[in-house]
C-alpha cells in the first residue's frame, strides 16, 4: 500500500489545539482535492469552507479578514513578513492499491493514514495551529504572520502560487520569510532529526513525440513511431552529480555518526563518493531519495502509443520527469538529452520548468 503519515505525537507542540488538530487533519484530508479532477469541478470551495471555518472567531483585533489573495493575516510589527504556506491540491489516487479509503484520514496505531496527509495538508494543519495560538496568544508580534493555502502546486502551480507572483507581487514584497513544504523528520537512534530544505532540485518536464507511418499490426514494418521511442529515449539514466552545492555535502556528513562500517566513512566524504558508480547504484537501490538528491535525474513516467492493439500508430509519446540540480541550465539537459537521442525526427516539447530557488542565510 502507497502511505502516506504524520507522526501524532508531534501536534502536541501545539497544547491549545492539539486535539483540534487531529479531527482537522482527518477532516481536511477527507475533502476531495485530487488535481485536477476536483479541482476543476467546482468541489474546491469546500476546502476553503473548512480553513476559513477555523479562523473564523477571533479573540485579537489583529487578525485581518481573508483576503483573494492576501490570505489571513495576523497584524504584527515592521519586521520582515513570515508566509505559512502550503498547498491543499493532491495527486490522482487508485483505490485498488490502498487497504483503506484514501480519502479517510483512518488512524492506526499513531499514524493518520490518507493521500495528503503528509503532501501537503499534514503541513497545514500545523500551520494552521500555529497560526492559531499565535492569534490567541498575548504576545506581540514584530511582524506579520500570513497563513496561506493554495491549489495546483501538483501541476506547477501556475494558477495559484505562480499566478500570485506574476500578478500580485506585492503580497511577498514585505516578507523575509517564507515556510512551505519540503525537508522531514525522522528518529535516528531515538533522537528526533530535522532535515531542512534549502533549496530543490528544478522540475523539468518533458514531452518526446517521435512520427512515423502509420500501418496494421497485422504488417509490421522496419521503423515506427514507437520503435523510434522504444530504441531511442527509453534509457533514462543520467549520471551528471553533485560538486558544487556546498550545502549537500554537509547534510550527509551529519548523518554519518548514525552509520555503520564502510557506509559511514564513505558518507562522510559524498563530494568523493558520487564518483563510484558502486556506491551511487547501492544508494539509489537502498535509499532512493538520498541518491535523487546528489544527481540530476531522469524518470521516464508516460508513454503513449496506439488506441488499438493492431493499430500501428503515426505517433507515440514518452513523457520524462527530469529533476536538475540547482547550479545547472535547462538548455544544457535538453542539449544533452538531443544529443543522446540523435534522431531529429524526434521533437522535444518543454511541458513545464522553474528557474533556481535558493534560500538565504
Known amino acids: 500500500m502507497r502511505k502516506a503519515q504524520i507522526l501524532l505525537p508531534l501536534l502536541t507542540a501545539f497544547p491549545i489545539y492539539a486535539g483540534q488538530s487531529v479531527t482537522w487533519l482527518q477532516q481536511y484530508i477527507a475533502i476531495d482535492t485530487v488535481n485536477p479532477r476536483a479541482m476543476n469541478s467546482g468541489e474546491s470551495p469546500s476546502w476553503q469552507i473548512f480553513l476559513k471555518k477555523q479562523i473564523s472567531y477571533s479573540k485579537r483585533p489583529n487578525l485581518l479578514p481573508a483576503g483573494e489573495t492576501s ?3 495576523l497584524r504584527g510589527g515592521n519586521q520582515p513578513a513570515l508566509i505559512l504556506l502550503h498547498h491543499i491540491d493532491v495527486v490522482p489516487v487508485d483505490r485498488k492499491y490502498w487497504d483503506m479509503p484514501p480519502l479517510s484520514g483512518e488512524i492506526r496505531g499513531d499514524c493518520i493514514y490518507g493521500r495528503s496527509a503528509i503532501d501537503t495538508k499534514g503541513l497545514g494543519i500545523p500551520q494552521l495551529s500555529s497560526f492559531l495560538a499565535l492569534r490567541d496568544s ?11 493555502a493554495t491549489a495546483d502546486e501538483e501541476a506547477g502551480g501556475h494558477y495559484s502560487a505562480g499566478w500570485l507572483l506574476e500578478n500580485r507581487p506585492e503580497i511577498f514584497k514585505e516578507a523575509g520569510y517564507l515556510v512551505n513544504e519540503g525537508g522531514s523528520t525522522t528518529l535516528l537512534d531515538e533522537i528526533m532529526a530535522f532535515n ?3 533549496t530543490q532540485q528544478l522540475p523539468l518536464w518533458l514531452r518526446l513525440t517521435a512520427a512515423d507511418i502509420l500501418g496494421h499490426g497485422s504488417a509490421p514494418r522496419t521503423t515506427s513511431s514507437v520503435k523510434k521511442i522504444q530504441d531511442r529515449c527509453s534509457d533514462c539514466r ?6 558544487s552545492h556546498t550545502r549537500g555535502p554537509g547534510l550527509f556528513s551529519a548523518l554519518t555518526p548514525f552509520l555503520d562500517g564502510q557506509r559511514q566513512a564513505t558518507m562522510s566524504d559524498i563530494s568523493m563518493a558520487v564518483d563510484s558508480d558502486a556506491f551511487m547504484f547501492a544508494l539509489q537501490t537502498e535509499e532512493p531519495w538520498q541518491a535523487a538528491l546528489l544527481s540530476t535525474t531522469r524518470s521516464l513516467m508516460k508513454m503513449k502509443g496506439s488506441d488499438k492493439i493492431n493499430v500501428v500508430p503515426s505517433t507515440a509519446e514518452l513523457e520524462l520527469d527530469c529533476r536538475l540540480l540547482p547550479a545547472q541550465a535547462p538548455q544544457q539537459l535538453l542539449s544533452e538529452l ?3 537521442i540523435n534522431d531529429d525526427s524526434i521533437e522535444i516539447t518543454r511541458i513545464m520548468g522553474f528557474t533556481p530557488a535558493i534560500s538565504n542565510g
Not at 504576545?139 to 497563513?147: Q, S, W
Open 338 to 340: 538531443a544529443a543522446t
Open 138 to 148: 498575548s504576545e506581540k508580534l514584530n511582524r506579520n504572520v500570513i497563513f496561506r
Open 196 to 198: 531542512i530544505e534549502v
Open 238 to 243: 543520467y549520471q551528471l552529480r553533485t560538486k
Open 71 to 73: 490570505g489571513h493575516v
